[in-house]
């Protein structure tokens, strides 16, 4: 009972450095999103996806790249990690028009950009 | 521009008592309203939702009232408990326009026993 997993949970990177976060559900959702968690900031979506093939920009897209190769997996790429970019990043899926819209997160990623 | 907004960023009460936690929003296409609870290093976990053809939706202690016309939601917790201790963030999404919610930066209740 998997639910939303996240890869890596924990990473630190030095600026200019690239990486991915990896998010995989297992619930068959056709959207998937990815979110960051600031202090006093709430969640601030950064991608989204509406289907395998398809991502959308959110509200904060900058700085950031996605990919939805497969309908079960959403990848959130950082080209060159900058201090600002340090935060917690919540990989997040819901059915098409199912439920209203109740999106089910992962455990999140903390990401320190140094 | 904050489309959902929670003003209080912290409240705190007493076991036993009621919770009141508020939410404003300024977007009149948003159709759908959710709260979601987050405790410390977990991801957020959605707890009660309401349509914008309700004004009121119960689940067991958690209830969530609409006002469409004040653009004003609450979650109401009865009685409170410890274990309730957490950010409460609100949400709202147009389903019409599309799917992605939209958070408000989250209140966090704390109650003391």
């Known amino acids: 009972n998997a639910g939303v997993t996240q890869t890596p949970k924990f990473r630190v990177l030095k600026t200019g450095q690239s990486m991915t976060l990896l998010c995989a559900q297992d619930?068959?959702?056709?959207?998937m999103y990815w979110y960051r968690q600031d202090p006093g900031m709430g969640l601030r979506l950064i991608h989204y996806s509406v289907g395998e093939g398809t991502t959308a920009k959110g509200e904060v897209p900058d700085g950031y790249n996605v990919s939805r190769l497969k309908k079960q997996n959403f990848l959130l790429g950082l080209e060159s990690a900058a201090p600002s970019q340090t935060s917690v990043y919540f990989c997040a899926s819901s059915s098409y028009r199912g439920s209203g819209n109740t999106i089910y997160f992962g455990e999140g990623s903390w990401l320190t950009v140094v | 521009d904050q489309q959902v907004k929670q003003n209080s960023p912290s409240l705190s009460v007493q076991e036993g008592r009621i919770s009141i936690l508020n939410c404003d929003y300024t977007?009149?296409?948003?159709?759908?309203f959710l709260w979601y609870k987050k405790y410390p290093a977990e991801g957020p976990t959605f707890l009660i939702s309401?349509?914008?053809?309700?004004d009121k939706n119960e689940d067991g202690r958690f209830t969530v009232f609409l006002n469409k016309s004040a653009k004003h939601l609450s979650l109401h917790i009865v009685p409170s408990q410890p274990g309730d201790s957490a950010v409460y963030f609100c949400?709202?999404?147009?389903?019409?326009?599309?799917?992605?919610?939209?958070f408000g930066k989250g209140t966090t209740l704390s109650v003391s026993s």
């Open positions: 309401i349509s914008s053809i309700k």
């Open positions: 949400a709202a999404s147009a389903v019409q326009a599309g799917t992605a919610l939209i």
């Open positions: 977007n009149s296409m948003f159709d759908y």
């Open positions: 619930m068959n959702h056709e959207y």
